[in-house]
């Protein structure tokens, strides 16, 4: 089962993400997507870490969640956005092999059996991006979002942290 989160920067998706979890077990897994690019993703990367008690297992994973030991458990992907970046760079920017890689693996992913709660972003809601390379991770995160949503069962939009169920 997936569990989609989606909002804008800072509006409480991990947080809610998390609680969710250990709601639902004791030992939850965590995937972290992040690549650590500089010291300031650095940084990010350890606040995270810091929000996470010895409960947790986590877990990173740049681009392949779904090959992951996580048959049967509760799993929060953090998140679609880092993951896609990767895929994006890897691929050259090759809008058309990211979408469909991106497709292949939320597939994969629905097919696992648990609780996936896959935490992404709302990218189209804010400022448009100035470069056409930011125009096109935008579009991918859009169709991502939309895919994604499709195949989750539920879908919470978190506004100022505060949830609002969609579906």
Known sequence: ???MITGGARSGKSRFA???AL???ENPIYVATA???DEDFNERIKRHKLDRDERWTSIEEEKKPSQL???NRVVVIDCATLWLTNLFVDEKNNL???LELAKQEIDALAEVPGVMLFVTNELGMGLHADTEI???FTDLQGWVNQYLAAKAEKVTFMVS???LNIK
């Open 96 to 98: 058309d092999r990211c």
């Open 18 to 20: 998390q609680e969710i």
């Open 69 to 71: 030991n996580i048959s």
């Open 23 to 25: 709601e639902k077990a």
């Open 161 to 163: 942290g505060l949830p």
């Open 35 to 37: 690549r650590n690019w």
């Open 1 to 3: 089962m997936i569990w």
């Open 134 to 136: 930011g125009r096109k």
